[in-house]
């Protein structure tokens, strides 16, 4: 197995600054970066904190920017990055709490504003789906909520004052899932448009980019949900439908059904 | 040791400060240069389209050269300015400037407001973000939740607009056929206005919002069949959606551009049988 000679320049420091230090060391073939954090971690820098679990992508806790590129460090190959230094810094959307790790409760708070999922009264012989109905919603069931789409997005990344109003690309697909799913009754088209900021999105697709799970968050949610806002806000033909049929259109708060502010319940479960 | 009763919830920080350096981007990747070649192809087209349009000749090669060929900057020539035989009859007397400046007003807020190229004109022309992970380079955002850019919401009227203008291109790439003085036949620049209809097709047919009208409004798939199948038949086009923005944007280019040529005399538009 081949070694190499690496510089990392990993981000230490906390709420009251840092700066990048700089560590050499060797890096093994097939070698991810979290391994040579890892390493630093037991030969260099004992007290450098970064957040891990499972080492597999599956977690989503080892969210860092590596070379400037929010990634997980646990898939990002050491002999996939070009030659030179390897920066590691904080995820730079979230407050710094030490080191690597950062604080993304910011997004806790976020899901307890997503509108419950509601299904309607279960009949006799229960609820019954079919595979069609339910598959489009599978492809957001795969999101690991390591929070690198909120981390690049820069709606928030770069605009600290929008994080009160603005629900950010892992939510879209939480909102889109639900409005997709066959068995909810709630109507969220307002309450996303006019609480949860999905004008704020200029669809510049960074969140699909760097997606470990590669959910197609743009094309697939955000997109989607812009048109179903279409539907119930921008549309002439269906404003006119509307109209016809003397129906009004649904305050945020009248379209939730059940305006819950808890954290959204599992249509799964 | 903490026990699932005994654990405290973990307080909640909203704000604080931000850890990494302070700096517009850490990438040291070539993120330029896409946002660059964006702006450079762009550019370009609006440089070239602003010029077709506005310039009010060589767009149509009539009976004198036995061809019936007509750019799709000036389709359909509907003004009292346009050159004499280009199809159909004047309806507005009204306008007095290049009938172009019209017509592109459909085509233009259709690839304006289109979901792919906003993303492309946000990135190279308005740097917000030119590229995933470099600083927007605004002070203040709200995206397209306010005016002027709340307006992109119209995207889909001008989806219903540019199916009319496809129809109108289709009819013209079919009377391309059409050889005055000599019967039905096939040259160049019957290909060239066929393949630029089918182009605009496609595009129109890749969009988002065709996708959604076509059944991603549906909340139920089985109990809409037809609506799922069409949607099964545009989400494959859609992902391709980049690639056809692209292509249709150059090709109608080249179709004005040609047609241009052949009725300026640069070039004869070879018959092929």
């Known amino acids: 197995m081949s070694e190499r000679e690496v510089n990392m320049r990993v981000w230490r420091g906390d709420a009251n600054g840092g700066n990048f230090e700089k560590y050499s060391l060797a890096s093994q073939e097939g070698e ?27 977690c989503g806790s080892c969210s860092a920017e590596i070379n400037g590129k929010p990634s ?31 604080d993304v409760s910011f997004n806790y708070e976020v899901a307890k504003r997503v509108p419950a999922f509601q299904p309607p009264p279960p009949p006799e012989d229960g609820y019954r789906m079919q595979q069609v109905d339910i598959q489009r919603g599978q492809e957001f069931r795969k999101c690991i909520e390591c929070f690198l789409c909120q981390d690049v997005c820069h709606v928030i990344r770069d605009h600290e004052e929008n ?21 909810d009754t709630n109507d969220r088209r307002e309450f996303v448009r006019q609480k949860a900021g999905l004008g704020m999105c200029n669809i510049t697709k960074c969140c699909t980019e760097v997606c470990p799970e590669h959910i197609k968050i743009t094309d697939n949610a955000i997109i989607p949900l812009k048109e179903r806002v279409v539907d119930a806000a921008y549309d002439p033909i269906a404003w ?10 649904l305050t945020p708060e009248e379209a939730v059904g059940t305006v819950s502010h808890d954290v959204a319940t599992d249509p799964d479960s | 040791m903490t026990s699932v009763e005994n654990a405290s919830v973990t307080p909640v920080t909203l704000g604080g400060t931000r850890g990494g350096p302070d700096t517009t981007t850490l990438r040291r990747d070539h993120w330029w240069l896409q946002p660059a070649v964006t702006f450079s192809v762009l550019t370009s087209f609006v440089v070239y389209s602003s010029w077709a349009a506005f310039v009010n000749k060589d767009y149509y090669v009539g009976a004198q050269a036995h061809r019936d060929l007509l750019s799709p900057f000036y389709s359909p020539c509907i003004t009292s300015s346009c050159v004499p035989g280009s199809h159909p009859s004047h309806v507005i007397t009204w306008w007095s400037l290049s009938p172009a400046l019209l017509i592109l007003i459909v085509p233009l807020g259709f690839r304006l407001t289109c979901y792919y190229y906003r993303k492309a004109y946000y990135r190279s022309f308005w740097w917000s973000p030119p590229a995933c992970g470099v600083a927007d380079a605004h002070g203040s955002y709200s995206g397209e939740s306010r005016f002027p850019l709340i307006l992109q919401n119209v995207h889909r009227w001008f989806f219903y607009l540019g199916l009319i203008l496809n129809v109108i291109l289709t009819i013209d790439a079919i009377m391309a056929f059409r050889e005055p003085g000599i019967g039905i036949g096939v040259s160049v620049g019957t290909l060239v206005l066929c393949a630029n209809a089918a182009f605009l097709w496609v595009y129109s047919i890749s969009c988002h919002a065709c996708r959604h009208l076509c059944g991603g409004q549906v909340k139920r798939f089985s109990e809409h069949p037809l609506r799922y199948r069409l949607w099964k038949i545009v989400t494959p086009l859609n992902a391709r959606h980049m690639q056809i923005a692209w292509t249709s944007l150059v090709f109608v280019a080249l179709t004005d551009l040609y047609v241009r040529l052949v009725a300026s005399g640069v070039i004869h538009d070879p018959r092929l049988f």
């Open chain 1, 72 to 102: 997980l460090m646990c898939m990002t190959r050491m002999d996939e990055l070009p030659e030179g230094d390897v920066v590691v810094a904080p995820m730079k959307t979230f407050p710094i709490l030490r080191d690597l790790v950062t």
């Open chain 1, 32 to 58: 991810v970066v979290l391994d040579v954090i890892h390493r630093i971690q037991a030969t260099q820098a004992p007290d450098l904190a970064c957040r891990w679990n499972c080492k597999a992508g599956k």
């Open chain 1, 240 to 249: 006119l439908g509307r109209k016809v049929r003397q129906k009004r259109k």
């Open chain 1, 163 to 183: 994080k009160p109003a603005y629900a950010g690309p892992r939510f879209f697909i939480r909102y889109a899932e639900l409005e997709m799913h066959p068995l």
